[in-house]
Protein backbone atom coordinates (compact mmCIF):
# COMPACT_ATOMS: atom_id res chain seq x y z
CA UNK A 1 0.00 0.00 0.00
CA UNK A 2 0.90 3.04 -1.14
CA UNK A 3 1.06 5.79 1.70
CA UNK A 4 0.45 9.82 0.96
CA UNK A 5 3.41 11.98 1.50
CA UNK A 6 3.33 13.71 4.65
CA UNK A 7 3.72 17.12 4.46
CA UNK A 8 7.14 18.75 3.77
CA UNK A 9 7.85 15.61 2.26
CA UNK A 10 8.63 17.40 -1.19
CA UNK A 11 12.19 18.24 -1.47
CA UNK A 12 12.58 21.52 -3.04
CA UNK A 13 16.08 21.90 -5.47
CA UNK A 14 18.93 21.81 -4.22
CA UNK A 15 18.14 21.27 -0.41
CA UNK A 16 18.26 17.54 -0.68
CA UNK A 17 21.40 16.81 1.01
CA UNK A 18 20.88 20.23 3.43
CA UNK A 19 17.16 19.46 4.52
CA UNK A 20 17.47 17.82 8.19
CA UNK A 21 20.56 18.01 10.16
CA UNK A 22 20.47 15.15 12.66
CA UNK A 23 22.88 14.83 15.52
CA UNK A 24 24.13 12.24 17.93
CA UNK A 25 23.97 12.88 21.39
CA UNK A 26 24.69 9.22 22.36
CA UNK A 27 25.29 6.41 20.13
CA UNK A 28 25.54 3.80 22.51
CA UNK A 29 22.99 1.07 24.73
CA UNK A 30 21.63 1.87 28.55
CA UNK A 31 24.65 0.79 30.15
CA UNK A 32 27.12 2.40 27.40
CA UNK A 33 30.19 1.56 25.85
CA UNK A 34 32.46 0.91 27.25
CA UNK A 35 30.68 -0.57 30.63
CA UNK A 36 32.20 1.60 33.30
CA UNK A 37 32.25 -2.18 35.23
CA UNK A 38 33.82 -4.39 32.20
CA UNK A 39 37.03 -5.30 31.37
CA UNK A 40 36.06 -7.42 28.54
CA UNK A 41 37.96 -6.37 24.91
CA UNK A 42 35.33 -4.16 23.21
CA UNK A 43 35.56 -2.42 26.80
CA UNK A 44 39.25 -2.10 27.26
CA UNK A 45 39.36 -0.76 23.04
CA UNK A 46 37.16 2.19 23.77
CA UNK A 47 38.93 3.02 26.72
CA UNK A 48 42.37 2.86 24.78
CA UNK A 49 40.77 4.64 22.24
CA UNK A 50 38.22 7.16 24.25
CA UNK A 51 35.70 6.30 21.79
CA UNK A 52 32.84 6.69 24.81
CA UNK A 53 29.21 5.91 23.81
CA UNK A 54 26.51 7.19 26.16
CA UNK A 55 23.18 6.19 25.88
CA UNK A 56 21.20 6.78 22.43
CA UNK A 57 19.51 9.84 21.54
CA UNK A 58 19.96 12.70 18.90
CA UNK A 59 18.83 15.83 17.96
CA UNK A 60 17.58 17.04 14.75
CA UNK A 61 17.77 20.47 13.44
CA UNK A 62 18.29 21.86 17.01
CA UNK A 63 14.58 22.06 17.27
CA UNK A 64 13.08 17.59 17.68
CA UNK A 65 15.00 16.04 20.48
CA UNK A 66 14.18 12.06 20.25
CA UNK A 67 14.55 10.51 23.89
CA UNK A 68 15.38 11.78 26.87
CA UNK A 69 19.21 10.27 27.70
CA UNK A 70 20.39 9.67 31.16
CA UNK A 71 23.45 11.49 30.00
CA UNK A 72 24.05 14.73 29.46
CA UNK A 73 24.81 15.41 25.70
CA UNK A 74 28.44 16.46 24.37
CA UNK A 75 29.31 19.87 25.68
CA UNK A 76 28.73 21.87 22.22
CA UNK A 77 25.33 21.11 22.01
CA UNK A 78 22.35 23.45 23.31
CA UNK A 79 19.17 22.09 23.71
CA UNK A 80 17.52 25.64 24.40
CA UNK A 81 15.74 25.41 20.73
CA UNK A 82 14.16 22.03 21.40
CA UNK A 83 10.01 22.55 21.03
CA UNK A 84 9.97 18.58 20.86
CA UNK A 85 10.99 15.48 22.57
CA UNK A 86 9.95 12.32 20.95
CA UNK A 87 10.39 9.48 23.76
CA UNK A 88 10.43 5.81 22.51
CA UNK A 89 9.52 4.30 25.66
CA UNK A 90 9.93 4.40 29.46
CA UNK A 91 13.11 2.14 30.01
CA UNK A 92 15.07 5.06 32.48
CA UNK A 93 18.17 4.80 29.27
CA UNK A 94 15.44 6.37 27.14
CA UNK A 95 13.38 7.89 29.51
CA UNK A 96 15.52 10.50 31.97
CA UNK A 97 12.81 13.33 33.24
CA UNK A 98 15.46 14.45 35.66
CA UNK A 99 16.44 16.24 31.61
CA UNK A 100 13.47 18.41 32.09
CA UNK A 101 13.89 19.30 35.63
CA UNK A 102 17.22 20.79 34.38
CA UNK A 103 15.18 23.04 31.79
CA UNK A 104 12.94 23.76 34.72
CA UNK A 105 15.72 25.32 36.81
CA UNK A 106 16.66 27.63 34.12
CA UNK A 107 13.35 28.84 33.80
CA UNK A 108 12.78 28.58 30.22
CA UNK A 109 9.61 30.15 28.92
CA UNK A 110 8.97 28.83 25.71
CA UNK A 111 6.30 26.07 24.88
CA UNK A 112 7.81 22.18 25.28
CA UNK A 113 6.27 19.30 23.92
CA UNK A 114 6.99 16.07 25.06
CA UNK A 115 5.35 12.99 23.25
CA UNK A 116 5.29 9.41 23.60
CA UNK A 117 3.52 5.93 25.14
CA UNK A 118 1.50 6.60 27.69
CA UNK A 119 3.55 5.31 30.84
CA UNK A 120 6.57 7.72 29.51
CA UNK A 121 3.87 10.73 29.92
CA UNK A 122 2.68 9.03 33.87
CA UNK A 123 6.71 8.63 34.62
CA UNK A 124 7.64 12.46 33.14
CA UNK A 125 4.55 13.90 35.09
CA UNK A 126 5.65 13.73 38.88
CA UNK A 127 8.90 16.03 37.39
CA UNK A 128 7.23 18.97 36.04
CA UNK A 129 6.46 22.46 38.26
CA UNK A 130 2.69 23.87 38.46
CA UNK A 131 3.07 26.15 35.51
CA UNK A 132 6.14 24.04 33.26
CA UNK A 133 5.51 25.36 29.60
CA UNK A 134 5.41 21.60 28.92
CA UNK A 135 2.79 19.94 27.29
CA UNK A 136 2.52 15.99 26.90
CA UNK A 137 1.34 14.06 23.77
CA UNK A 138 0.29 10.46 24.21
CA UNK A 139 1.02 8.39 21.35
CA UNK A 140 0.11 5.31 19.39
CA UNK A 141 1.41 2.77 16.65
CA UNK A 142 0.08 4.36 13.53
CA UNK A 143 -0.32 8.17 14.63
CA UNK A 144 0.55 11.05 12.55
CA UNK A 145 1.42 14.07 14.42
CA UNK A 146 2.47 17.64 13.17
CA UNK A 147 5.16 20.37 15.00
CA UNK A 148 5.98 23.23 13.47
CA UNK A 149 6.43 21.95 10.16
CA UNK A 150 7.86 18.30 11.07
CA UNK A 151 5.47 15.79 10.13
CA UNK A 152 5.94 12.86 12.88
CA UNK A 153 4.81 9.17 12.30
CA UNK A 154 5.06 6.76 15.14
CA UNK A 155 5.79 3.14 14.35
CA UNK A 156 5.33 0.18 16.13
CA UNK A 157 8.11 -1.61 17.84
CA UNK A 158 8.88 -5.05 19.03
CA UNK A 159 10.29 -4.65 22.57
CA UNK A 160 9.47 -5.76 26.04
CA UNK A 161 7.12 -2.38 26.92
CA UNK A 162 5.00 -0.13 24.68
CA UNK A 163 7.37 1.49 22.57
CA UNK A 164 7.58 3.92 19.16
CA UNK A 165 9.60 4.31 16.44
CA UNK A 166 9.59 7.58 14.74
CA UNK A 167 9.61 8.55 11.25
CA UNK A 168 9.95 12.54 10.57
CA UNK A 169 9.91 14.64 7.79
CA UNK A 170 11.41 17.83 7.83
CA UNK A 171 10.45 21.26 6.91
CA UNK A 172 12.64 21.21 4.50
CA UNK A 173 12.16 17.64 3.25
CA UNK A 174 14.44 15.16 4.49
CA UNK A 175 12.86 12.24 6.21
CA UNK A 176 14.49 10.29 9.80
CA UNK A 177 13.75 7.01 10.84
CA UNK A 178 14.65 6.10 14.51
CA UNK A 179 14.71 3.00 15.55
CA UNK A 180 15.68 1.71 18.57
CA UNK A 181 14.71 -0.11 20.88
CA UNK A 182 13.06 -3.16 18.85
CA UNK A 183 13.72 -6.50 17.75
CA UNK A 184 13.28 -7.48 14.06
CA UNK A 185 10.71 -4.87 12.69
CA UNK A 186 6.68 -5.60 12.89
CA UNK A 187 5.55 -6.19 9.48
CA UNK A 188 3.25 -3.15 9.80
CA UNK A 189 6.47 -1.20 10.75
CA UNK A 190 8.38 -2.08 7.14
CA UNK A 191 4.89 -1.78 5.19
CA UNK A 192 4.58 1.43 6.74
CA UNK A 193 7.90 3.24 4.99
CA UNK A 194 7.29 1.74 1.84
CA UNK A 195 8.57 3.79 -0.40
CA UNK A 196 9.94 6.09 1.98
CA UNK A 197 13.46 6.73 -0.11
CA UNK A 198 14.96 7.79 3.55
CA UNK A 199 17.56 10.18 3.70
CA UNK A 200 19.22 9.05 7.64
CA UNK A 201 18.49 5.48 9.35
CA UNK A 202 19.38 5.02 12.87
CA UNK A 203 18.97 1.45 13.71
CA UNK A 204 19.76 -0.13 16.61
CA UNK A 205 22.31 -3.16 16.49
CA UNK A 206 22.57 -3.32 20.48
CA UNK A 207 24.13 -7.48 21.01
CA UNK A 208 26.61 -7.61 18.01
CA UNK A 209 27.70 -11.29 18.00
CA UNK A 210 25.80 -11.70 21.17
CA UNK A 211 23.11 -14.17 19.37
CA UNK A 212 21.73 -16.06 22.07
CA UNK A 213 19.77 -12.60 24.19
CA UNK A 214 16.42 -13.37 23.53
CA UNK A 215 15.40 -9.78 23.95
CA UNK A 216 13.69 -6.95 21.54
CA UNK A 217 17.08 -5.82 20.23
CA UNK A 218 18.39 -6.83 17.45
CA UNK A 219 22.17 -8.05 16.67
CA UNK A 220 25.25 -8.58 13.72
CA UNK A 221 22.59 -11.31 12.85
CA UNK A 222 19.47 -9.97 13.23
CA UNK A 223 20.42 -5.89 11.73
CA UNK A 224 21.19 -6.92 8.18
CA UNK A 225 18.12 -8.75 7.60
CA UNK A 226 16.09 -5.60 8.58
CA UNK A 227 18.34 -3.92 6.55
CA UNK A 228 17.55 -6.06 3.61
CA UNK A 229 13.39 -5.49 4.33
CA UNK A 230 14.06 -2.30 4.20
CA UNK A 231 15.77 -1.86 1.35
CA UNK A 232 12.98 -4.52 -0.52
CA UNK A 233 9.75 -1.84 0.20
CA UNK A 234 12.37 0.93 -1.31
CA UNK A 235 12.65 3.03 2.42
CA UNK A 236 16.52 1.94 2.28
CA UNK A 237 17.94 2.87 -0.98
CA UNK A 238 21.39 3.57 -2.39
CA UNK A 239 21.73 6.70 -0.86
CA UNK A 240 20.30 6.31 2.91
CA UNK A 241 22.45 6.95 5.50
CA UNK A 242 22.07 3.56 7.68
CA UNK A 243 24.07 4.51 11.31
CA UNK A 244 23.62 1.61 13.80
CA UNK A 245 22.92 3.04 17.27
CA UNK A 246 22.36 1.60 20.43
CA UNK A 247 25.68 -0.38 20.54
CA UNK A 248 26.67 -2.40 23.41
CA UNK A 249 30.33 -3.73 24.59
CA UNK A 250 28.60 -7.06 22.85
CA UNK A 251 30.01 -5.57 19.75
CA UNK A 252 33.71 -6.46 18.29
CA UNK A 253 35.97 -3.64 19.18
CA UNK A 254 34.88 -0.41 17.07
CA UNK A 255 37.35 -0.99 13.62
CA UNK A 256 35.81 -4.60 13.15
CA UNK A 257 32.52 -3.20 14.06
CA UNK A 258 32.85 -0.65 11.50
CA UNK A 259 33.80 -2.94 8.61
CA UNK A 260 31.32 -5.54 9.74
CA UNK A 261 28.60 -2.75 9.79
CA UNK A 262 30.34 -1.34 5.91
CA UNK A 263 29.62 -5.04 4.41
CA UNK A 264 25.81 -4.33 5.06
CA UNK A 265 25.71 -1.08 3.81
CA UNK A 266 25.29 0.72 7.50
CA UNK A 267 28.19 2.73 9.27
CA UNK A 268 29.61 3.46 12.58
CA UNK A 269 29.55 7.06 13.78
CA UNK A 270 31.11 8.73 17.12
CA UNK A 271 28.86 10.57 19.37
CA UNK A 272 28.43 14.12 18.71
CA UNK A 273 28.74 13.13 14.74
CA UNK A 274 26.06 15.05 12.77
CA UNK A 275 24.65 13.30 10.00
CA UNK A 276 21.97 14.35 7.45
CA UNK A 277 23.41 17.62 6.20
CA UNK A 278 26.05 16.57 3.30
CA UNK A 279 26.11 12.97 4.37
CA UNK A 280 29.28 13.39 6.34
CA UNK A 281 30.23 12.18 9.59
CA UNK A 282 31.80 15.14 11.77
CA UNK A 283 31.89 15.48 15.07
CA UNK A 284 30.97 18.84 16.41
CA UNK A 285 33.46 20.41 17.67
CA UNK A 286 36.14 17.80 16.75
ZN1 LIG B 1 17.62 1.18 25.35
ZN1 LIG C 1 14.56 -0.51 26.12
Not at 88 to 115: G, K, N, S, Y
Not at 164 to 184: N, Q
Amino acid sequence: MALPQARGRARRPGLRDAALRVTLLGTGSADGWPNPWCSCASCADARLTGAARRPTSALVDDALLLDLSPAPPPADVLLGGVHTVLVTHDHPDHCAPLVLLARQWVRREQPLTVAGPPPVLDAVRPWLAPGDPVELVALAPGDRWERHGYAVRALAAAHEVPTLLYDVSGPDGGRLLYATDTGPLPEETVEAVRGADLDVVLLEETFGDHLGHGTGHLDLATFPEQLDRLRAVGAVTRRTDVVAVHLSHHNPPAARLAARLAACGARLVPDGARVGAGRAAVPRGA
